[in-house]
């Protein structure tokens, strides 16, 4: 019985951690998103908070410079842009972003006057 018992524990304890792993993964707070060359404006899933981190990299085979945005929504599901900043080139950005008007954030890369030649990644997280 003793044996049946401590099996039944292990086996619930391991189902606990893992359902545990699985939540804190879903739900991080932080949203990737990659641009290549061939490719337009890419947006990252979208995040809530009030105080957020975003930060874009430029890498040195892209093409052009690109435009990282930080987008906030509203409770009706309106998009605007926060703020723009141009990365050149072999380049990285960050800043921190804070309000309490907004149900979520994401970041869009979007390449300079609509070229398709950039490769970069942009990332925006919890603070």
């Avoid at 990365?87 to 979520?104: A, F, P, R």
Wanted: with cysteine.
């Amino acid at each position: 019985m003793s044996k049946r018992t401590s099996r039944l524990l292990l086996a619930s304890l391991t189902l606990i951690m893992l359902i545990s792993v699985l939540v804190t993964s879903a739900y991080a707070g932080e949203a990737w998103v990659y641009i290549s060359q061939g490719e337009g404006p890419q947006l990252s899933a979208s995040i809530s908070g009030t105080d957020v981190g975003y930060e874009g990299w430029n890498y040195d085979t892209s093409g052009h410079r690109f435009w990282i945005s930080l987008q906030g929504c509203c409770a009706y599901g309106n998009w605007w842009t926060l703020e723009d900043y141009l990365i050149n080139i072999d380049d990285y950005y960050y800043s921190t972003y804070s309000i309490q008007e907004t149900s979520g954030y994401r970041v869009q890369l979007n390449p300079e006057l609509w070229f398709t030649d950039c490769d970069g990644k942009g990332v925006v997280r919890n603070l």
